[in-house]
């Protein structure tokens, strides 16, 4: 039974950084497309970025494009979110999710989904 729990999730001042991690249970994380979405207060869950089963990563085309970087490490069945030069609009929960078919920036194709992390930036 494949779990996701999320991790690394905090308070930092604007400017700051902050790495989230996905650890993923079972022998079958590398056969799944791995994805960040984060749900910030009044809004809905939006799609942050997600990662080819061989590593190959893909941003939304938006202002944390270039600031954050997603990565796995298969061997270790975790997927990162590095994120640099936090702004007080990233504050959101962020969630990983895996599925085993093709990557998608729709949180409905995803069917697999971490517990949430928050992330807080204050100005």
């Known amino acids: 039974q494949v779990r996701l729990v999320e991790s690394g999730g905090g308070l930092v001042q604007a400017g700051g950084s902050l790495r989230l991690s996905c650890a993923a249970s079972?022998?079958?994380?590398?056969?799944?497309?791995m994805a960040w979405f984060r749900q910030a207060p009044g809004k809905e869950r939006e799609f942050v970025a997600h990662i080819s089963r061989s590593g190959g990563p893909t941003y939304r085309a938006d202002s944390e494009k270039g600031r954050f970087t997603i990565s796995r490490d298969n061997a270790k069945n975790t997927v990162y979110l590095q994120m640099n030069s936090l702004k007080p609009e990233d504050t959101a929960v962020y969630y990983c999710a895996a599925d085993s078919s093709g990557p998608s920036s729709w949180y409905g194709d995803y069917h697999l989904w971490g517990q949430g992390t928050q992330v807080t930036v204050s100005s």
């Open positions: 079972g022998r079958t994380f590398s056969s799944y497309v």
